[in-house]
């Protein structure tokens, strides 16, 4: 379960119920106020995954509370209940210390069959405070490198419906990455007919 320090794994922590709550949330959350949308990096690629934010918006490479580079609006509250299931999260991956854990920012990704993420570090938070990674629907490869560089040495993951991982410690500025998803293979009782949603919750440490 402890891919390297501070990086746990828990397959299957997300019950089938609490699946369909964070679809049907998620799916809320991608219509507005500021829509699900492919993000354009400042050197003009576009990411194939979609992303939606919850608390702050996440726009490259910093976090604001209005989505200028979308439609100017203020993006959703970040719920209550969604900080719960964090600090639970927390408790179940590290044993005790989810108490005072205190999320304000969520990023949800949606990936379609072709949708990838390169090798990368999130480093925009000004907090090294732990990430809670959830994902449900298709299964991915998940790969989980070193603090260097984007190569080697990496350990490949694979990430299926349900699964909590947790980043934190001396893992929490690792390069990682999504070389692909595997059509087909979620269940559709969560209520995602196809894809993979991944849903992160991190500390900006902003005010
Ligand atoms: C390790 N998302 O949103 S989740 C991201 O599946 C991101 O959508 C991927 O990378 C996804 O930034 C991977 C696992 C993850 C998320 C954040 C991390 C691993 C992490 C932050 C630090 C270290
Ligand atoms: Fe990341």
Known sequence: REIAPGAVHVPGWLTLDEQRHLVRACREWAMGPVPIRHTVLPRGG???????CVGWHWQPYRYTRVAHDVNGRRVAGFPGWLGDLGRRALADAYGAAGETYEPDTALINFYDD???MGMHQDKDEKSDAPVVSLSIGDRCLFRFG????????????????????VFGGPSR???????????????????????????????TGLR
């Open 146 to 165: 070193n603090t260097e560089t984007r190569g080697r040495p990496y350990t490949d993951v694979e990430l299926a419906s349900g699964d909590l991982f």
């Open 114 to 116: 072709q949708a990838k």
């Open 173 to 203: 500025f690792a390069y990682h990455g999504v070389p692909k998803v595997y059509p087909g293979t979620g269940d559709p009782a969560t209520g995602l007919a196809s894809g993979r949603l991944n849903i992160t919750m991190r500390v």
């Open 46 to 52: 576009v990411m194939s995954v979609r992303t939606v």
